[in-house]
């Protein structure tokens, strides 16, 4: 979403790299640049003259001009500035110290609600909550149907008495909202749920008729948050939108969706710092695992093209399969080939972390490579999974016996082209020949690499160097005559080094009082 913003801030700091001292009149520019950049990205106008204030001030100060490097110190206010109009600092939800925790989600219609409350059921459950979804949008045809449909999905129990509206013709919801909703918090409290989270219905605009329902239904259940969806897409009215709901229904905290989207992303710079209140989660794909807590300081990293590293770090950690790291470790300590099979293991940890798109965009500096991840087809690891697939568990053990016909076999089982095959082979053995250098003593090529502990050896010595040892002559004869020859040069070695040369002396006496010793350190001497 942030694409454009990045690439024009990105371009702006380059422009200043590599000057000693920033002038006014460098400032003034930077500062231009950045107003643009945040103008085209649709954030609103008075949000861009503060953000935009607040840089100039900072940049002109003395924390600037003190700097050892400006450009980095002008890069560093712009991302605290960055985290101040996103919020500031990560918000979690208020947990009810008694009885279940009611959330109330409210937004216009087409922002995601419905999907959002599968998704964010899902993250509590894993968080180890108990939640429950209520269904209260009983005014658009399906919407019902749709939430339970999403529920079962996210194996979390949905509370329905009504069907809602089931066809455009139908004016009327089948059922009051706020009666569903106040009779779905106590049927939470009766099954001991501590999480109790309302769809609420919507509307293509702001009218009097949808906050009132709204206004009733939060008034009936008294919510610990009530989280404002907002359509991440929609630009600069995100403004007036928020505003009206936070007149009609006072929410606590807002929810960016379908942030995975091309827009230019104002919304998200606009909302928090219009309204007050803090972004909360952040919905990133159609998948229900595509929604994520926000934080700020992270978000301005991305913006900045400084990657995100934490976000990347927890996903790793919540995917991987730690028995199956400790198995790896195993192997390279005991120097163990890496074989096909390990890759296949290695290749599924890899996906259920997620999209690979994703991943490698958190990563510092993926901007300039933006163009490529773009082009990067994810179904390609299916293929590769296919083809290791469609081998006998013997040639994932021992991929040196796959001949022609073979190679020929495993093309036919997994639907590719033999050269496909060939490719994957060739990789994998120079991904086998790093792994065990890495095993037996570091990276070929990084000398002083150390190698992993318990396996054994260490960083190679410089064989450049290093004296070359004369090899062994295979005749025995021949072999006892280098032995002598070798024993005569040791012998005469011996005969030749000077008396004294442990003194650094070069042979002869020599008189201590010379040394300029202590007074009785001679009788050490042997003299």
């Keep these: ?32 640049e950045i107003r643009r950049a945040l103008l085209d990205a649709d954030v609103a106008v008075p949000v861009v003259r503060e953000f935009t204030g607040r840089v100039r001030e900072r940049a ?33 939800i208020r947990l009810a110290k008694n009885g279940p925790t009611v959330i109330m989600l409210a937004g216009l219609q087409g922002a995601g609600k419905t999907t959002l409350a599968g998704k964010l059921s899902k993250w509590l459950k894993a968080q180890g909550h108990s939640p429950m979804l209520v269904a209260c949008d009983l005014q658009r045809p ?22 809602g509206a089931t066809s455009t013709e139908l004016d009327q919801p089948a059922g009051d909202p706020v009666a569903v909703a106040r009779a779905g918090v106590e049927e939470a409290r009766q099954k001991l749920h501590d999480v109790v989270i309302v769809d609420t219905a919507g509307r293509l605009g702001v009218d009097a008729d949808m906050m009132e329902q709204a206004r009733q239904i939060r008034r009936a259940i008294v919510p610990n948050e009530v989280l404002f969806v907002i359509d991440s897409m929609i630009g600069q009215d995100a403004v007036n939108t928020a505003l009206a709901f936070d007149e009609g229904v006072n929410f606590t905290g807002i929810v960016l969706s379908k942030l995975d989207g091309d827009a230019r992303g104002g919304a998200a710079l606009s909302v928090a710092s219009v309204t007050g209140k803090p972004v909360m989660f952040a919905s990133t794909g159609e998948g229900l695992d595509d929604f994520e807590l926000f934080h700020p300081d992270r978000m301005a990293s991305r913006i900045l093209d400084m990657g995100d590293i934490l976000t990347l770090i927890e996903q790793a950690e919540k995917a991987w399969d730690k028995d199956e790291a400790a198995r790896m470790a195993k192997k390279f300590a005991d120097q163990e080939d890496f074989t096909l099979e390990d890759f296949l293991a290695q290749m599924q940890q890899i ?54 016909s073979r190679r020929a076999r495993i093309a036919r089982g997994s639907g590719v082209h033999v050269s496909e095959v ?28 150390p190698g992993l502990p318990g396996a054994g050896g260490g960083a190679r010595k410089n064989a450049k160097n290093a004296p070359k040892k004369k090899a062994k002559s295979g005749n025995p004869a021949k072999a006892a005559q280098e032995r002598k020859e070798a024993e005569a040069r040791r012998a005469n070695a011996a005969k030749a080094l000077p008396t004294g ?7 002869g006496d020599f008189d201590p009082s010379q040394l300029n010793l202590p007074k009785g350190f001679d009788k050490f001497l042997g003299k």
């Design 1 to 32: 979403m942030f694409n454009s913003l990045s690439d024009r801030l990105t371009a702006t700091f380059k422009n200043l790299r590599g000057k000693g001292r920033l002038t006014e009149a460098d400032v003034d520019a930077t500062v231009r």
């Design 422 to 449: 060939n490719g994957l082979l060739e990789r994998f053995a120079q991904a086998q020949k790093m792994m065990k250098k890495m095993a037996q003593g570091g990276m070929p090529g990084m000398p002083g690499m």
């Design 142 to 163: 399906n919407a019902v149907t749709q939430l339970q449909v999403v529920g079962q999905r996210a194996n979390v129990p949905v509370f329905a008495p009504h069907p």
């Design 351 to 404: 996906r259920n972390m997620g999209s690979m798109k994703k991943m490698l965009m958190m990563m510092p500096g993926a901007q300039n490579i933006r163009q490529q991840l773009e082009q990067f087809d994810e179904r390609e690891i299916d293929r590769v999974e296919a083809i290791v697939r469609s081998m006998t568990p013997h040639e994932r053990l021992a991929p040196k016996i796959i001949n022609g």
């Design 501 to 507: 040369a442990a003194f650094g002396q070069q042979g």
């Design 60 to 92: 002109l100060g003395a924390e600037v001009s003190a700097a050892l490097n400006p450009s980095q110190q002008i890069v560093k206010i712009v991302n605290e500035e960055l985290q101040e109009i996103l919020g500031g600092e990560t918000r979690r």
